[in-house]
């Protein structure tokens, strides 16, 4: 699987982002680089799971927002500062969709759910899409997104974790079973 | 709600994303955010602790309306003396000053020299720096203008560089209607005077003078006294009284000048002239031992005819070529390189015949033939036959084993010559070696003395400035306080960065509570403002350090690290943190290199 380079980080590079956390703690003026290194990617993260666009720019601001108001709380934990802002990007779009300002939303390509046909050792036909749509619909919110992660949007198990704030262990058993589940009802459905 | 899944939904542009961009507004609702949690937060008066201190501090207002109320009388006979101790008490720590001078460190603090000196007989301090301070008879008195009997304790310290400047914490900025420049200074001091722990006054008629010593001799300073009420320097007048030091005290040894030393300058002589021009020497000699050396001649070889090639029988005799001579019947074979030969020319009964030596001597031959005006030249080679060349072999096998033996006489000849070169010329580099070594083993000798000769000076008495003072500023003063000889710069106007410090790449950040930048140029100190967010502007072409002061740590950007990321446009400035044994005065002004 071609792994999304974006999350990957050398030191060097986590190193300079919190040379800017720390100054932007002093001054938010500071916090510039960091909004403009992100930006794209919460708002793709939160319009992959997400039905409207404006919604979705909406929350992105509202993230960043969030993000540079908790700024004196952030504690640094040796993992970029990225898989912070995607936690608040979670909670927030979460929260929203408790209120119903928005759906949750899938959005997969053709090639992901071939994708994770072949995962499962299966052949990938278009006719099966509404079968693998119903699948993908039984899985509960925490399967769901780490089918998002690693299929949808092909992150590597190490930031998939420090996304979830779990091991990479655990991301690696969570995805295992997940993949065993839809084996058993891909082959249910006879797919 | 069940999740709605769209398949191939279609991807949002990346301009799109960039219009929706907007850093700026999100910093403006950041601060709206803030400044409506301000007003809106009320939960400070639920806590018990605010609710009691306020009933305190009303309960205090009522208490000291009503004494004020009462001894209004009492307080309007003391005015008077108040006014007159008003103009002095600028130089008491009162909570303005402790606020508007802030000393970042209290291991830099520049220390006080206590003086006494007797009010009634005046007289003169002299401080180690050699500035003096000249005080009249009866010049002190007490805060209600009674002259003081006995000794007053004069405190005193000056400050001359960078370091001290920064030490002291004193703001070197001064705003002239409204304009903003930071001060270089010539010199500046502080001056306090008390009796047995009660601050004195200068009194009205009386200046107290002191002649600061300075390491600047330049005249384009103003005096400048510093107000801590408005926080502000005063102009005070033109700093024309200036007296220049036509010799100075002592003349300071620089490590430049150790090169100048002699016995370093016969080793360095040996090492780079003396002993090199007697390697040179070696080989100039040698290189003629061996060219003098008889050299063997290859004898040469006649040989029988080529089949097929043209040939000049000549009878005669051959004087001059005796290897030709011992031969009877010498056959000349025409060489292939003639073009000019031509069969017709045997037919030629040649009027003169010559032969004389070849393009290769003993090997071949030029034969001119000449008929009338024709003039043939050939290339010749001898050959033999029968007889002659059985004999002309023998000899040939003879000359060349003489040859071969003097060829090898000559080699072991040469080989024994330049072992001998080389044998002396590594005596020679071996003693270079030995001259280099004693060279640089002096050398750090001399430098070690240095060092220690100047941190001796340093740390005896840091700031005692007489080896390098220059000049001598006068300065008359009514009251204690801070004087300084200053002249305005206005703030550089090349590049702005907003700077970022780490001791080194893989380190977290540092993260200044008080930063300053020393023009090493202009001398002048900066002390960047951290409402800007330490934002720094620096002419390119200046030399800078920058001193940062974290969590009681000093931390040192010095002018090559500078450099270094000025010259590469980061703003990423690599730090070395002062360590603890080091943190005093002498050694933060080394890390600054003044």
């Known amino acids: 699987m071609a792994i999304n380079p974006h999350f ?17 703690k ?23 799971r997400m039905d409207d666009k404006d919604t979705a720019f909406d929350l992105t601001g509202q993230v960043f927002l969030k993000a540079l108001t908790n700024l004196p709380n952030y504690q640094f934990k040796g993992v970029p500062f990225a898989s912070w802002l995607y936690r608040i990007a979670h909670n927030e779009m979460m929260q929203m969709f408790r209120t119903q300002k928005d759906r949750r939303a899938i959005n997969a390509d053709i090639g992901d759910l071939k994708y994770i046909c072949e995962e499962h050792d299966e052949p990938f036909f278009e006719e099966y899409i509404p079968a693998i749509k119903k699948l993908l619909l039984e899985l509960d919110e925490e399967d769901m997104q780490m089918v998002e992660f690693r299929f949808f949007e092909k992150r590597p198990f190490k930031e998939i974790a420090e996304i979830l704030d779990i091991t990479e262990v655990n991301a690696k058993v969570r995805m295992y079973r997940i993949i065993e589940k839809l084996k058993k009802s891909m082959s249910k459905l006879k797919l | 709600m069940e999740p709605k899944f769209n398949i191939d939904r279609p991807k949002i542009s990346d301009e799109e994303i ?4 907007n850093f700026e507004q999100l910093v403006k609702q950041f601060k709206q955010q803030s400044l409506n949690k301000a007003k809106h937060d009320k939960s400070w008066w639920k806590s018990k602790k605010v609710r009691y201190s306020a009933v305190i501090a009303g309960i205090t207002v009522i208490c000291t309306v009503s004494y004020l109320a009462l001894f209004k009388n009492e307080t309007k006979q003391n005015t008077t003396h108040e006014t007159v101790i008003t103009q002095n008490t600028n130089t008491q720590n009162t909570p303005t000053k402790k606020n508007f001078i802030s000393e970042p460190s209290q291991k830099l603090k520049v220390n006080y020299t206590s003086y006494k000196i007797n009010n009634a007989k005046g007289g003169e301090i002299k401080h180690p720096t050699s500035s003096k301070i000249k005080v009249p008879v009866n010049t002190f008195v007490d805060k209600n203008g009674k002259d003081i009997i006995g000794d007053v304790t004069i405190e005193y310290r000056e400050f001359h560089d960078a370091a001290d400047i920064i030490a002291s914490g004193i703001p070197m900025t001064y705003d002239s209607a409204g304009t903003k420049y930071t001060l270089e200074s010539a010199g500046m001091f502080d001056i306090k005077g008390s009796q047995n722990g009660e601050p004195v006054f200068i009194k009205k008629d009386k200046k107290v003078e002191v002649e600061l010593a300075s390491a600047n001799s330049e005249n384009k300073f103003n005096q400048y006294f510093l107000d801590t009420v408005t926080k502000n320097w005063q102009y005070l007048k033109k700093d024309d009284q200036l007296s220049i030091l036509k010799t100075q005290n002592k003349s300071h040894e620089k490590p430049n000048d150790i090169e100048a030393n002699p016995k370093l300058q016969n080793l360095k002589n040996q090492i780079d002239v003396v002993i090199p021009k007697k390697i040179d020497s070696v080989k100039f000699v040698y290189t003629k031992k061996i060219d003098a050396i008889p050299k063997a001649k290859e004898p040469s070889k006649i040989n029988k005819p080529t ?11 051959y004087k001059e070529f005796p290897e030709l001579a011992a031969f009877d019947n010498v056959i000349f074979e025409v060489g292939p390189e003639n073009k000019n030969y031509r069969q017709e ?23 001119t033939l000449t008929y009338r005006k024709q003039v043939e030249k050939l290339v010749v080679y001898p050959t033999l036959s029968g007889a002659d060349l059985e004999k002309a072999e023998k000899k040939y096998q003879q000359k060349f084993k003489d040859y071969e033996n003097l060829v090898e006489k000559k080699q072991v000849e040469e080989k024994r010559l330049m072992a001998e070169m080389e044998a002396k010329q590594k005596a020679y580099l071996a003693e270079i070696k030995m001259k280099q070594e004693e060279f640089d083993k002096q050398r750090a000798k001399l430098i070690a003395e240095f060092k220690q000769k100047e941190e001796s000076q340093l740390a005896s008495n840091f700031n005692a400035m007489s080896l390098q003072t220059k000049a001598t500023r006068l300065f008359s003063i009514s009251s204690f306080g801070v004087f300084n000889s200053d002249c305005p710069h206005a703030e550089p106007t090349g590049k702005t960065i907003t700077p970022m410090f780490a001791i080194n790449d893989q380190s977290l950040p540092v993260n200044p509570d008080i930063l300053y930048m020393v023009d090493h140029n202009t001398k002048v100190v900066y002390n960047i403002a951290f409402k800007d967010g330490f934002k720094i502007t620096y002419e390119p072409t200046n030399n800078y350090s920058l001193c940062i002061f974290r969590n009681n740590k000093l931390f040192i950007c010095n002018k090559d690290q500078f450099k270094a990321t000025t010259n590469k446009d980061s703003n990423r400035f690599t730090v070395t943190e002062l360590p603890d044994a080091a943190d005093n005065l002498v050694d933060f002004k080394k890390a600054l290199e003044i």
């Open chain 1, 8 to 24: 990957h980080h050398t030191n060097e590079q986590i190193n300079e982002e919190l040379i800017i956390i720390e100054a932007a």
């Open chain 2, 307 to 317: 089949p097929g090639r043209p040939t000049f029988y000549l009878e005669g005799s």
């Open chain 1, 26 to 48: 002093q001054n938010p003026e500071r916090f510039g680089p960091l909004y403009n290194k992100y930006y794209k990617q919460i708002f793709n993260y939160l319009y992959q």
């Open chain 2, 345 to 367: 020319m045997h037919e030629i009964t040649w009027s003169d015949v010559k032969v004389s030596e070849g393009p290769v001597k003993g090997k071949n031959y030029l034969l």
């Open chain 2, 18 to 21: 960039k219009k929706h961009q």
